[in-house]
């Protein structure tokens, strides 16, 4: 079975906070992404990497950044945490020539 | 710009009666996926629809796609408690790149 794990599931931040968010797979799979997930919005994409240091940006990059030095994880970074980033976290990986995506459990954020 | 759209988004239903889920999509693509999600809960692989006419059954669910409509539908027969949760498709965007854009959701809630 493919697991993907996220390092916290409940995580409180206060405002201005550097925030790591972690995520790690254990198939091999090269495409990893990072995903918000708000009442009424659905999923939306924030970063996505095909590969080790590979990174492309989703529909709402604006506030992360995201690091991958290794094939199985893929960080995402909020450099200054702001109130309008508490949501749902959710982390995924998919094969290279494959679209269906595995997700983690989710990370709840809220910044305070 | 590719753009899913669900419908309905809220379903509320009787056990043992029977309905479909519509997801619209707006752009060519032959890869389109369903996921559950269970409140609290990640998304949870549901069907992997990879061509025209596809169609696949699981239970009480049955997804299919037509790929010149641009539509699949999410069949439910005989509805049962335990199907309540969000549904989600997600198309696969074109050019290999392995994206995936989300329709919104159908909270279906299912009543004794």
């Known amino acids: 079975d493919v697991k993907v794990t996220q390092s916290s599931r409940y995580l409180v931040k206060r405002t201005g906070e550097k925030v790591f968010l972690e995520c790690v797979q254990d198939?091999?799979?090269?495409?990893m992404f990072w995903y918000r997930q708000d009442p009424g919005l659905g999923l939306r994409l924030i970063y996505f990497?095909?590969?080790?240091?590979?990174?492309e940006k989703g529909d709402i990059p604006e506030g992360y950044s995201v690091s991958r030095e290794k094939k199985e994880r893929f960080s995402l970074i909020l450099e200054s945490a702001s109130t309008n980033q508490t949501s749902m976290y959710l982390c995924?990986?998919?094969?290279?020539?494959?679209?269906?995506?595995?997700f983690g459990p989710g990370t709840r954020l809220t910044v305070t | 710009e590719l753009k899913v759209e669900q419908n309905p988004l809220f379903l509320s239903m009787q056990e043992g009666k029977n309905y479909t889920i519509y997801c619209n999509y707006s752009?060519?693509?032959?890869?389109l996926y369903w996921y559950r999600q269970d409140p609290g809960k990640s998304l949870e692989s549901l069907f992997v629809?990879?061509?025209?006419?596809a169609v696949k059954q699981e239970g009480r669910l049955m997804a299919s796609l037509d790929t010149k409509a641009r539509l699949s539908t999410l069949h439910i027969t005989a509805a049962v408690h335990d199907l309540s949760a969000t549904y989600f498709c997600?198309?696969?965007?074109?050019?290999?790149?392995?994206?995936?854009?989300f329709g919104k959701g159908t909270k279906l809630t299912v009543n004794p």
């Open positions: 995924a990986s998919s094969k290279g020539d494959s679209g269906e995506q595995y």
């Open positions: 198939m091999d799979h090269e495409n």
């Open positions: 990497s095909y590969d080790v240091k590979m990174k």
């Open positions: 752009t060519t693509s032959d890869r």
């Open positions: 629809l990879l061509s025209n006419g």
């Open positions: 997600a198309v696969e965007t074109q050019g290999g790149s392995e994206k995936l854009v």
